[in-house]
T-cell receptor, first 113, second 115 residues
Framework: DAMVIQNPRYQVTQFGKPVTLSCSQTLNHNVMYWYQQKSSQAPKLLFH???????NEADTPDNFQSRRPNTSFCFLDIRSPGLGDAAMYLC????????????FGPGTRLLVL | AQSVTQLGSHVSVSEGALVLLRCNYSSSVPPYLFWYVQYPNQGLQLLLK??????LVKGINGFEAEFKKSETSFHLTKPSAHMSDAAEYFC?????????????FGRGTSLIVHP
């Protein structure tokens, strides 16, 4: 089945220690998104890629970076995680940047000690 | 700017009862509207969406929603709740922004279904 895969499902890191979350997709979609979701809050868009074009949301902290080496993979790098970065991180894809259906992965829950 | 308001962080119903989850949006142009469901430890899954055309939209698992422009609403309903409907439900609105359509999500409504 075509899908969006996120690894790992749970990630524990230490305060200030860089961490990378990964996302892969078999849907061959052009757009990939990263969301941060905290408890009882709406998913918050961090950035998205349309093919190789990177689009950063204005309020995404500089501490968050992303890479998309090819169509299938996208990475979220947190350079110096703080306690406030503990959250669920959701990866999603859509075929095009229009008002398309988004397909979500199961998420990676990040814990910062 | 677009925004989405979901009234009620929790909605509790009995099995077999009507489900009504409320969503209001603010937008100066016709929006594209979505409902997603999130089961525990899973990602979001599309229930239904409104783009153009018929204002009553039918989705999966017996859910439907009606776009009411005059009320700026897109409420989600299901005639008879099932235990398996217990989940978090998110309403989202999508508007054009620099060539892309970026969705804005509401805070979610947790649906609790009692036996």
């Amino acid at each position: 089945d075509a899908m969006v895969i996120q690894n790992p499902r749970y990630q524990v890191t230490q305060f200030g220690k860089p961490v990378t979350l990964s996302c892969s997709q078999t849907l061959n979609h052009n757009v990939m998104y990263w969301y941060q979701q905290k408890s009882s809050q709406a998913p918050k868009l961090l950035f998205h890629y349309y093919d190789k074009d990177f689009n950063n949301e204005a309020d995404t902290p500089d501490n968050f970076q992303s890479r998309r080496p090819n169509t299938s993979f996208c990475f979220l790098d947190i350079r110096s995680p703080g306690l406030g970065d503990a959250a669920m991180y959701l990866c999603a894809t859509s075929r095009d940047p229009g008002p398309e259906t988004q397909y979500f992965g199961p998420g990676t829950r990040l814990l910062v000690l | 700017a677009q925004s989405v308001t979901q009234l009620g962080s929790h909605v509790s119903v009995s099995e077999g009862a009507l489900v009504l989850l409320r969503c209001n949006y603010s937008s100066s142009v016709p929006p594209y509207l979505f409902w997603y469901v999130q089961y525990p430890n899973q990602g979001l899954q599309l229930l239904l969406k409104y783009t153009t055309g018929a204002t009553l939209v039918k989705g999966i698992n017996g859910f439907e929603a009606e776009f009411k422009k005059s009320e700026t609403s897109f409420h989600l309903t299901k005639p008879s709740a099932h235990m398996s409907d217990a989940a978090e439900y998110f309403c989202a609105v999508s508007l054009a922004s620099g060539g892309s359509y970026i969705p804005t999500f509401g805070r979610g409504t947790s649906l609790i279904v009692h036996p």
